[in-house]
């Protein structure tokens, strides 16, 4: 019976524990296509124009910081651009 009762709690474990991971993986997912789908929306409506300065472009740092960073991450960006410090 103990025998039993530890498989259970075991399997019980494991089934939570990739419950959460892939919870975890869905959130940095969503927040990636954000990010990439808010920094492809900045330079198709030239919005970095409207203050003046060239748009964010396309090259392996922008596009890794919006996908880990999300929308915060290109929040960055832009603020970085507007402030004349390149990336």
Known sequence: MSDLL????V?????????LVIRILAELLINAILGLFMLFSMN???VMQWFGRPDLGY????????????????????LLKILGITV
């Open 44 to 46: 198709y409506f030239h």
């Open 11 to 19: 399997i019980i474990a494991i089934l939570i524990i990739v419950y």
């Open 59 to 78: 090259n392996l740092i922008t596009v890794i910081i919006s996908a880990f960073g999300g929308i915060p991450g290109v929040l960055v960006l832009i």
């Open 6 to 9: 530890i498989r259970v709690l």
